[in-house]
């Protein structure tokens, strides 16, 4: 979906993943290769990925109401009235949004 699009375009924007690919079939079956991001002694760059809003509890943020993961160690991710967009990006325009998930 164009969500899960979004969210590897932030990702990648943010320096988590190292590319991604969305493989065509046919719409239900197309299917989003990512190529992970390692450190130099092969260790995680992504420790953990925490889903914040779900289809019975959502979560929504204004600008001031957003957290900062890790002491901006981490990022949250965003879907906002201008698109998918992690948590600085939002401060910087002014937006709030539904809270889809938190990285770090």
Known sequence: SKIKVGIAEVLKRS??????????GEPTERLIRIDLKYGPDGQFIINEI????????RVYRGVDGLPRVLNGM???ILSTSRGI????EARERKIGGELLATVW
């Open 74 to 76: 981490g990022i949250c």
């Open 15 to 24: 320096g988590y993943i190292r590319d991604f690919k969305v493989l065509d």
């Open 85 to 88: 967009m992690n948590d600085a």
């Open 50 to 57: 925490r889903r914040e809003s779900m289809p019975g509890r």
